[in-house]
T-cell receptor
Framework: KQEVTQIPAALSVPEGENLVLNCSFTDSAIYNLQWFRQDPGKGLTSLLLIQSSQREQTSGRLNASLDKSSGRSTLYIAASQPGDSATYLCAVYNNNDMRFGAGTRLTVKP | DTAVSQTPKYLVTQMGNDKSIKCEQNLGHDTMYWYKQDSKKFLKIMFSYNNKELIINETVPNRFSPKSPDKAHLNLHINSLELGDSAVYFC??????????????FGPGTRLTVT
């Protein structure tokens, strides 16, 4: 049974810092991994989708990497801004099921 | 121009009632989903559905049933509501292809409170 873990659970950084969020999963036989952000009381916004054959995806200041063999993904955020404050969730798909981590709550202080 | 919309945004009801949550997407996607986010913020898939296949998570009680009047809508019906059904329910959709292999677009969520 796939389990998805995100570390740390919460992170607070000053504006301008580069940061890394971690996601690990127990079953490496995944088809894809997706990173989302969730703002308080809001839905999920898809940030990046990495297919199992890919090693990374980039969008603006965001870069997500995937290492299937070790069951890990990282989300790198460059030059963080207060508007990046949100909860970041990773989700993996395999066996017709999608599993989410509990998320990392990021606070970027001005 | 909302991509995936849900109504209502908040729903407060008593135990034993039957309620529905509506979901609509205007993205032309052919696969839609329902997720439940519990108090610990874990998101769990409940159903994925397109016009060919309904996949039900086996842990979902049969009090929950998806109903799709057309490709753009997937409503969630819940019978005999229980306290443990209190959660935020999210609808999502994805483009044609192999279901969860494609990027998903989420609605804003419906916060259900059962008293």
């Amino acid at each position: 049974k796939q389990e998805v873990t995100q570390i740390p659970a919460a992170l607070s950084v000053p504006e301008g810092e580069n940061l890394v969020l971690n996601c690990s999963f127990t079953d490496s036989a995944i088809y894809n991994l997706q990173w989302f952000r969730q703002d308080p009381g809001k839905g999920l916004t898809s940030l990046l989708l990495i297919q199992s054959s890919q090693r990374e995806q980039t969008s603006g200041r965001l870069n997500a990497s995937l290492d299937k063999s070790s069951g890990r993904s990282t989300l790198y955020i460059a030059a963080s801004q207060p508007g990046d404050s949100a909860t970041y969730l990773c989700a993996v798909y395999n066996n017709n099921d999608m599993r989410f981590g509990a998320g990392t709550r990021l606070t970027v202080k001005p | 121009d909302t991509a995936v919309s849900q109504t209502p945004k908040y729903l407060v009801t008593q135990m034993g009632n039957d309620k529905s949550i509506k979901c609509e997407q205007n993205l032309g996607h052919d696969t839609m989903y329902w997720y439940k986010q519990d108090s610990k913020k874990f998101l769990k898939i409940m159903f994925s559905y397109n016009n060919k296949e309904l996949i039900i998570n086996e842990t979902v009680p049969n009090r929950f049933s998806p109903k799709s009047p057309d490709k753009a809508h997937l409503n969630l019906h819940i019978n005999s509501l229980e306290l443990g059904d209190s959660a935020v329910y999210f609808c999502a959709s994805s483009p044609p292809g192999r279901n969860l292999r494609n990027e998903q677009y989420f609605g804003p969520g419906t916060r259900l409170t059962v008293t």
